[in-house]
């Protein structure tokens, strides 16, 4: 069974109400998700897209820029407003789809509320945050008892990452999501595992998107400085091999190098099939074929297809 972890879409009823409040600060290049594009909007073209391709499940959620742009007290409208329609999504199509929640980490405080709902009245397995909340850093104290929550419901967090702070050498060329997307994964990556928050929230179950960033190609240099420099070790009893080979990495990224380099320093239990569909940046068609043409066993290609998302989103814990 072929699943997809990684599958944005924008429920219309969100999207009705995104068109509504036009004072939502969206930067222009997310006006393409205002034009209702079909492969965005309507589930069953996302399942002709699937079926072509041999996927039988997707784990949908909120397409960037999420609820980000707007702040707490619009975010946690909208963050319910998005996870009931995603919840109605994944109710007409049984077993087609499942569903990472959105929560409004602008209010630290309604956050922990939403995942509650989510995970415990809604049935979802976690959710889908941003990997900096409008540039503060999900370290930081404020958002201690987020993580918490999401440690005593054992959820799995997809960490998607967002614009990356205000750095001007990105604004040109679509710089902000070709690089900075990887770099703010990056970051977040290794700031949660030398602040200790790997080591603290176990039973929290870390995806990172895009292959890691970085995180596959750098993790030997985090582990040098870690041995090295004593300002990295004040947090995390560990290097970040440690922790960083622990959590989930969606294959979002179809250069075979890559692909291996993340299978030699992570292993195929770790690696989950992700499209990034439908932006144009990623696709269906790519991420299967990327995988199978690496010539695996057929346990290990199988788990990566799939076995692993079965696993991590729907409850067997058994080989985590």
Not at 65 to 76: F, K, L, Q, R, S
Not at 168 to 189: R, V
Not at 295 to 307: N, S, Y
């Amino acid at each position: 069974m072929l699943i997809d972890v990684h599958s944005h879409f924008c429920p219309l009823p969100y999207l009705d109400e995104v068109e509504h409040r036009r004072n939502c600060p969206y930067p222009p290049r997310i006006e393409r998700l205002l034009a209702r594009d079909p492969a965005m909007t309507d589930p069953e073209v996302r399942l002709g897209a699937m079926d072509r391709h041999g996927i039988q499940q997707a784990v949908l959620s909120l397409a960037a820029p999420n609820v980000w742009p707007w702040g707490p007290e619009e975010a946690a409208r909208m963050c319910r407003l998005a996870n009931d329609s995603l919840v109605s999504v994944r109710e007409r199509y049984p077993g087609r789809f499942s569903a990472l929640g959105t929560l409004p980490l602008e209010d630290p405080r309604e956050a922990p509320k939403e995942l509650r709902r989510v995970m415990l009245s809604l049935g979802m397995p976690g959710a889908m945050i941003g990997a900096n909340i409008r540039g503060r850093l999900l370290d930081e104290p404020v958002f201690t008892e987020f993580w918490e929550t999401a440690n005593e419901l054992g959820a799995a967090i997809f960490l998607h990452p967002a614009d990356f702070f205000s750095i001007p050498s990105l604004g040109d060329f679509g710089l902000m999501s070709l690089l900075g997307y990887i770099f703010d994964t990056t970051l977040a990556a290794a700031r949660l595992s030398l602040a200790g928050h790997l080591e603290r929230y176990l039973r929290v179950k870390l995806v990172l998107p895009h292959l890691g960033g970085t995180i596959p190609f750098v993790l030997d240099r985090l582990d040098r400085g870690y041995a090295s420099r004593e300002e990295t070790r004040r947090a995390a009893p560990h290097p970040p091999s440690h922790y960083l080979k622990r959590i989930y990495y969606d294959t979002v990224s179809f250069h075979p190098p890559a692909l291996r380099a993340a299978l030699d320093t992570v292993g195929p239990a770790r690696l989950l099939l992700g499209s990034d569909a439908p932006h144009a940046i990623g696709g269906m068609g790519e991420t299967v074929r990327a995988i199978r043409d690496l010539g695996l066993p057929p346990e290990e290609e199988a788990a990566i297809l799939g076995g692993n998302a079965r696993k991590l989103f729907q409850g067997d814990t058994a080989a985590q």
